[in-house]
């Protein structure tokens, strides 16, 4: 159990930063995932927690104790791999238990533990296989089973579902959630994938290129994006962002619809981002913005309609009710709940807040 | 066993047999010839053409040679000679496959300055066998007073560039994960090897130990140097030392049950040690 602290984490490999300075205080027991696209570093920073890589500066604290210079094992922290990485020539017990043997726990204790964790991962009858003899979900109860034994100050998983069938990797996602729950572990989670990141998550650092664009809870990361790059990744399918002209307290969207909104800005381009969501059809109502549609998906309860704002190729994703009656060429009129609109500055990408109540 | 799609057929498959059989005729047969001329009297095999069936003396052969016939000669006996030459050529194995793992260990695992000179360094070793640089290894030996001794016998012979090499691509298919799962279960470097390694790299070890035996059994020119008297003396040295006479005072059946005897431990130790051999020189999938 413990509280881990990043304090202007940066990780430079040959001159280079990779890590761009990360601040995060965790609160003990909490479930923070690590999110964002491949090579934005996340992974990256759950190693420097785990002490597999260097910090190049900053701190990490884990439960009050600055780690930098500490091996892995002295860290008190158990390791989830993407592949797992089970020890090929042992047993299921002796991979759990390997760990707690090195730290010299007596006969019995080690025993409790392995006889818990199998009980709650339900490996109690594959103890005696090795890895090989093991499907793809029992490998990784298998290593979620080697880090629960060694109840560690924070748990550290590195993509762990990545390698499953989807099935499977609701299953687990289900599991460890639940494990969570039950041992209150301080833990950290990577993944790139959004549903496992809003599933699971106390709250999210999303990452982008080395930097973290928004740490908080996956409600607030999903309501108020606090930059493009953010509310493009979150969200699925994801947001439409239009460059939009505004002035004269309403944006201009491509094609010259001109839509009223309050709040906006005195005047400049800016990005507008619409969720899918929150579009709703309107129709040939005035104000509404046309889309034509080029294709449709239907997934039972909710249909997405992929098109293009009409007159223009600036692409537009709108959801519609699963039995919509809309096709291939039809022409929607769409309008957004206005309290649903994200604007982003178009240099910096970050979001832009209006002043409320002015 | 099922045919595989890619097997042969018809006159192909009777060419690719003749051409295998030839093969091992051509190896096999002075093998056997050695072992026919082990069942007969040195008159019998000095008078051309040699028989091509088992001699009546074969017993009486073998029996010498254990019981006395080969001290005669060389002034050691048979047991001795197999006696050195198993401990030298074990003692090469081990020190070889030793002196390479951790070699081999210290360039993948680690890094330290120079790692890549000192992988360079070993690898140009390669080019230098030892007939290469016999006289300062001698000059070495003899400054260290290592003639006349096993040690002098082994030392020279067991740093070995091609098994470091082997070890280290083995080494480097095992997965960084595997490594950094020990570094969070808490195995530092000792354990690590022990533990992970080492048990991961017997089938490899295996394969090496049998090569290495096989080349400690048949060294010809360095124990030819490095020995003097003839307690030290290897199989095959003494063999050379008993021919070594006029042709017609060589003792040549006892020569051919000395050869069948210098074969037979490397073919023991290939036969039992196949299936591993095999697996360690095929086996990629970790």
Redesign the interface.
Known sequence: MARILLNDVRKTYDRQEVIHGITMDIADGEFVVIVGPSGCGKSTLLRMVAGLEGISSGTIEIGGKVVNALEPRDRNIAMVFQNYALYPHMTVRENMVYGLKIAKLPRAEIDQRLARAAKMLELEPYLDRKPRALSGGQRQRVAMGRALVREPAAFLLDEPLSNLDAKLRLQMRLQIKDMHLRTGQTTLYVTHDQVEAMTLADRLIVMNSGIADQIGTPLEVYERPASEFVAGFIGSPAMNILTVSVGDGAAILPGGRRLSLPGLPAGGQFRLGLRPEDLRLAGATEGAIPVELRSLERLGADAFGYGVIEGTDVPMTVRLPGNSAAKRGDRLGVLPHESRLHLFSVETGRRFEPARGA | MAESPLAPRGATRIWGHLWMILGVFVVVFPVYYVFIASTHSTQTILRPPLPLLPGPEGVANYRDAFSGGIDRIGGVSLWRLLGNTALIAVGIAVGKIAISMASAYAIVFFRFPLRMAAFWLIFITLMLPVEVRIQPTYKVMVDLGLIDTYAGLILPLIASATATLLFRQFFMTI?D??L????????GPW?FFR??LW??SLTNVAAIFVIQFIYGWTQYLWPLLVTNSNEMNTIVIALRKMISFADAETPWNLVMVTSVLAILPPLLVVVLMQRWFVKGLVETE?
């Open positions: 997965p994960e595997l950094e799962a020990a570094r969070v279960d808490g195995a354990r533990d992970i048990p991961l970790k």
